[in-house]
Antibody, heavy 119, light 107 residues
Framework: EVRLVESGGRLVQPGESLRLSCAGS????????MYWIRQAPGKGLECVSY????????YYTDSVKGRFTVSRDMSTDTLYLQMNTLRAEDTAVYFC????????????WGQGTMVTVSS | EIVLTQSPATLSLSPGERATLSCRAS??????LAWYQQKPGQAPRLLIY???NRATGIPARFSGTGSGTDFTLTISSLDPDDFAVYFC?????????FGGGTKVELK
């Protein structure tokens, strides 16, 4: 079964850091681009970051550039999102998703992990 | 960034009826458009990719058409399981963006 499982979300204070993880299974993990997509409570979807299959290319949405870093560990089939200097507006459910192909539609999603930034 | 505008915001229909959802892009996205279904508390599920291709396991009652800036998702006969929110998303360039969603609710 193709599966993605996120973890690491919790309540943090503004300015703190957090690392999210996403474990993949059931597919050739390093063969596909991976994404982090977030959804603020009651809001729409926003693509936060992209990492290529080989891990060499990354992209970020403007609001997180310089604060978030995406990476992947090929040895453990795990995707990471290091989030620094968190702000209240980063509060959201964070999903990891597999690209159908390079820059493709998101065909497999994890269940999501909730990040709350509040004092 | 490309803005996707979905209409209507809410569609009130009964099981068995036809649902027609629209997505308009602020500039051409060719056929690089996908549709997703999301139910409360769940992750989105891919329905249609590249404007008209059904994803694996998606029933034939779901179909997508369009290219350039105007796209349509049609559900030919609503099943009780289809009442949900539907999002469109482009992959034409970075960042891929989503529309604001159309809620298909029970009339």
């Amino acid at each position: 079964e193709v599966r993605l499982v996120e973890s690491g979300g919790r309540l943090v204070q503004p300015g703190e850091s957090l690392r999210l993880s996403c474990a993949g299974s059931g597919f050739r993990f390093n063969g596909y681009a991976m994404y982090w997509i977030r959804q603020a409570p009651g809001k729409g979807l926003e693509c936060v970051s992209y990492v290529s299959g080989g891990g060499f290319a990354t992209y970020y949405t403007d609001s997180v550039k310089g604060r978030f870093t995406v990476s992947r560990d090929m040895s453990t089939d795990t995707l990471y999102l290091q989030m620094n200097t968190l702000r209240a507006e980063d509060t959201a459910v964070y999903f990891c998703a597999k690209g159908r192909n390079s820059f493709g539609a998101f065909d497999i999603w994890g269940q999501g992990t909730m990040v709350t930034v509040s004092s | 960034e490309i803005v996707l505008t979905q209409s209507p915001a809410t569609l009130s229909l009964s099981p068995g009826e036809r649902a027609t959802l629209s997505c308009r892009a602020s500039q051409s996205v060719s056929d690089y458009l996908a549709w997703y279904q999301q139910k409360p508390g769940q992750a989105p599920r891919l329905l249609i990719y590249d404007a008209s291709n059904r994803a694996t396991g998606i029933p034939a009652r779901f179909s997508g058409t369009g290219s350039g800036t105007d796209f349509t998702l049609t559900i030919s006969s609503l099943d009780p399981d289809d009442f949900a929110v539907y999002f469109c998303q482009h992959r034409s360039n970075w960042p891929p963006t989503f529309g604001g969603g159309t809620k298909v609710e029970l009339k």
